[in-house]
């Protein structure tokens, strides 16, 4: 289909796909146990998405995606067998619970395999305002991407770009298991970039800017979006290069978040069972100062994971991961829990909306709360080992003095320990970013490693 479709018939065509989806479910579901399998789990997708590049004026890319397809799984026993396919014909279904129930008869016993307790299962589906397709056609999105860009591209600095995109989707998928669970999901969403360069010869700079959320309604306007970028490209101009010294580091938002996210890898059942995670037998043990709580809300209205269920049908729910800064437990699957002969946290499939709560000293106006530090805001290669903690990776961004930004660094590298920064964490910002499924404010490190020339 050639756009995100909007009218007045747009919900009458979501429940007839997803009586189709489910209708695949139910029957793949029949066919398993009718082929001798004890139990099966089967989910069945749609999605369409249209996504369009505009660069120096001219349309790039123009892209338009439509996808289907089925994951099934069978288990014999404890035997577990896995297949999909990417076509919802009869035909192709049927070959694909035939590989499924080939591979289960081939495949070693695990006792940790098989489906989540029947008790489990989600039982209530409330609205969570995930679904809102709108007429995003292929000139209303080139006319989008061309504002964003021209906006950015008014300042004399920009010299170049690299390109203004936009993009919109929908999905549709219908989860189903032998003990008799169906669940549906829907969802929308939109986004907008752009990406500019600045300066001359070995002087330039380049950066960026993004928005994404569920309504393209809620999208910042795409001026903003173009602004931005030239902004964040034209004050890395003239960037320094910086000795080697400890000093504070200040992580802008859209950087801080990853430090969330590896703390939630580090706790993830998978890190866990195969003993490659620094926090394995960690739970309840103070890991951050007292003031840091950090929540995951799944159930939360137009979150970018909200979800009423996991991948294993299990109902979701809020939980505090971190309270007063002692974690209080895994993120766990199923499987994963099983391994560690624990109960599930309805975290098949990862985790759904967390939030790290602004805290610490000075979380009002971080930037201020700063004599002299580092101010990270683009760090850069994979120079993180869950297995120690250690953290070491290229970093650019502005050293801070007095509270303001005094000049842009380049070529630094940062590094510590994870137990050492989260340990060390003086603030959390109040000023959050929502545009991820991990949302966090501006994080103070009391001090790292920073090595420069």
Same mark, same amino acid.
Request: aromatic letters at 4%; hydrophobic letters at 35%.
């Given at each position: 289909m050639s756009?995100?479709?909007?009218? %007045? %018939? $747009?919900?009458? @065509?979501?429940?007839?796909?997803?009586?189709?989806?489910?209708?695949?479910?139910?029957?793949?579901?029949?066919?398993?146990?009718?082929? =001798?399998?004890?139990?099966?789990?089967?989910?069945?997708?749609?999605? @369409?998405?249209?996504?369009?590049?505009?660069?120096?004026?001219?349309?790039?890319? &123009?892209?338009?995606?439509?996808?289907?397809?089925?994951?099934?799984?069978?288990?014999?026993?404890?035997?577990?067998?896995?297949?999909?396919?990417?076509?919802? %014909?009869?035909?192709?279904?049927?070959?694909c619970v035939d590989r499924a129930i080939d591979i289960a008869r081939f495949t070693q016993e695990d006792p940790c395999n098989g489906l989540a307790a029947r008790e489990l299962m989600a039982s209530d589906f409330p609205d969570l305002d995930l679904w809102h397709p709108v007429s995003l056609d292929a000139e209303a999105a080139i006319r989008r991407a061309k504002v964003i860009e021209a906006a950015g591209r008014e300042d004399s600095g920009i010299t170049n770009s690299e390109g203004a995109s936009v993009s919109g989707g929908l999905g549709l998928a219908v989860y189903g298991n032998s003990h008799g669970f169906i669940g549906r999901s829907s969802g929308t969403r939109y986004s907008q970039n752009c990406v500019l360069i600045g300066g001359k010869g070995d002087a330039m700079q380049r950066d960026y800017s993004y928005d994404s959320r569920r309504s393209l309604d809620d999208l910042e306007a795409p001026e903003i979006t173009g602004q931005e970028a030239a902004q964040r490209t034209l004050r890395r101009l003239n960037a320094r290069k910086l000795g080697t010294a400890q000093m504070p580091v200040l992580f802008a938002p859209d950087v801080a978040r990853s430090l969330v996210g590896h703390l939630v890898a580090a706790v993830s059942g998978s890190a866990l069972y195969r003993n490659s995670s620094f926090l394995k037998g960690s739970a309840g043990t103070q890991l951050f100062p007292e003031w840091v709580n950090i929540m995951e809300k799944p159930r939360l209205p137009r979150g970018q994971?909200? =979800?009423?269920?996991? $991948?294993?049908?299990?109902?979701?729910?809020?939980?505090?991961?971190?309270?007063? =800064?002692?974690?209080?437990?895994?993120?766990?699957?199923?499987?994963? $829990?099983?391994?560690?002969?624990?109960?599930?946290?309805?975290?098949?499939?990862?985790?759904? +909306?967390?939030?790290?709560?602004?805290?610490?000293?000075?979380?009002?106006?971080?930037?201020?709360?700063?004599?002299?530090? &580092?101010?990270?805001?683009?760090? !850069?290669?994979?120079?993180?080992?869950?297995?120690?903690?250690?953290? %070491?990776?290229?970093?650019?961004?502005? *050293?801070?003095?007095?509270?303001? &930004? $005094?000049?842009?660094?380049?070529?630094?590298?940062?590094?510590? +320990?994870?137990?050492?920064?989260?340990?060390? !964490?003086?603030?959390?910002?109040?000023?959050?970013?929502?545009?991820? +499924? *991990? @949302?966090?404010?501006?994080?103070? *490190?009391?001090?790292? !490693?920073?090595?420069?020339q």
């Open positions: 756009d995100i479709q909007a009218s %007045s %018939s $747009a919900e009458f @065509q979501r429940d007839q796909e997803l009586d189709r989806l489910e209708s695949v479910v139910r029957d793949i579901l029949g066919q398993a146990r009718s082929k =001798g399998c004890s139990d099966a789990e089967v989910t069945a997708h749609t999605s @369409q998405g249209l996504s369009v590049t505009v660069r120096m004026g001219d349309v790039d890319v &123009l892209e338009h995606t439509r996808d289907s397809g089925v994951d099934v799984t069978v288990y014999r026993g404890r035997n577990k067998g896995h297949a999909n396919c990417a076509d919802l %014909s009869e035909k192709s279904i049927r070959e994971g909200s =979800g009423n269920f996991d $991948a294993d049908g299990v109902a979701t729910r809020d939980r505090t991961l971190v309270e007063d =800064g002692v974690l209080t437990g895994y993120v766990l699957g199923e499987y994963s $829990a099983r391994r560690l002969g624990l109960q599930t946290t309805a975290n098949s499939g990862g985790v759904r +909306n967390v939030f790290l709560s602004p805290g610490g000293d000075g979380f009002e106006n971080p930037l201020a709360a700063v004599d002299r530090a &580092l101010l990270v805001t683009e760090v !850069m290669g994979q120079g993180v080992k869950l297995v120690t903690g250690d953290y %070491s990776r290229g970093a650019a961004g502005f *050293i801070v003095e007095n509270g303001e &930004l $005094a000049y842009p660094v380049e070529e630094v590298t940062i590094a510590a +320990n994870l137990r050492d920064m989260f340990a060390g !964490m003086q603030l959390a910002g109040a000023d959050i970013d929502t545009r991820g +499924n *991990i @949302q966090a404010g501006s994080i103070l *490190i009391e001090r790292m !490693m920073v090595a420069g």
